[in-house]
């Protein structure tokens, strides 16, 4: 979903697009949002990350801007970093997670590369939330699975998301 209008980096990185879009070697790339239950469960995420900053050591962005590389710029739609606030504005090192709530219009083959290019550039979990029906998948350098009980979570961690419960908070 690109817009096919041919841009330079320096460009993208001094404007501001509504929404935002990512960016590879010079194409500006559409992202799906916009939808309630996307910006609900979007906003749902922050804040229960933002409560629990302190006490698991995170701060948490929403649509954070990430250089996987020369050229190349993605945006999840949640990301969460460890330790403090990072001091640059775009960030240039892989977060600790990063999610991606599905929109109707992902494709299976998209969210699939995209999942490949975020797990080549480091980051060490991967969230993908289908909004509607509230399934997760968690995608790590050891392989993929299923979040079976909705909860998702980040091992060897007190990091826990019960997405089911996010509604009640």
Known sequence: M???????????LHTVYEPDCEYEDGVLIDRNVGEEEHSWLQGALIAYFFRRRKLWSIEVYPEQRNRIRQAKYMLPDVCVVQGGRPSEKIFSRPPYIWIEILSSE???????????????????NIWVIDPLTLEAEIHTQEGSRIVEDGILRVDGTPIEVPLRALEEE
């Open 2 to 12: 690109s817009t096919g209008v041919l841009v330079s980096e320096e460009e993208y």
């Open 106 to 124: 992902d494709r299976p083959i998209r969210v699939n590369r995209k999942i490949r290019q975020v797990l080549d550039f480091g980051v060490p």
